[in-house]
């Protein structure tokens, strides 16, 4: 993936409605930069996890868009295509869906990730939930239990570390300056 200047926007694959056994605090995280015109997309998954397809409509990868003139270009995995339109049952439709030619219904065919591509002519800003409420959806094999199933991303993405790191500088800074104003309404008292 190319270099970029703008901070990554990183959401969590954490929701699922299937009984997956050990069940993780987070199935992987999609992230999300800003390079110029393009956003770069990288979908890393939590190990044990795989891409599958399994069937009665599902999609490999799906994500929402409020801009109908991207492209979505220079996907790593082969035989996996993005196209409009796109479902995961528990987690609604979206207007992307990736497929993979190779997969069959269940595990046979299933991908180890990540999966990358780059969205031409958009932003961040267009990467918004669909009417139910999430972004991103996978579907996965978890490969202990041979289960499989869809997991999301709802719209509440983590912030980088440098930015939690400028949050907590603020905020120490918030808290000295009360404690200085209330030293100074003392003094003056």
Known sequence: MATHASADVVFNLNQTATAFSPLPASFGTVTLAQNGSDVDVSVALTGGFKFVTTGGPHNLFTFNSNDPTFA??????AGVTAGAGGTNPAFGNYTEGFVCAGCANGA???LFGPLTFKVTGTTLA???PNSDGYIFSADLLQVESGKTG???????AVPEASTWGMMIIGFGMIGYGMRMRRRTAVLVA
């Not at 979505?72 to 995995?77: A, D, F, G, K, R």
């Not at 869809?150 to 509440?156: E, G, K, R, T």
């Open 108 to 110: 046979p065919g299933s």
């Open 126 to 128: 267009n990467f918004v």
């Open 150 to 156: 869809a997991v999301a991303a709802i719209a509440n």
């Open 72 to 77: 979505v270009t220079n996907i790593n995995l």
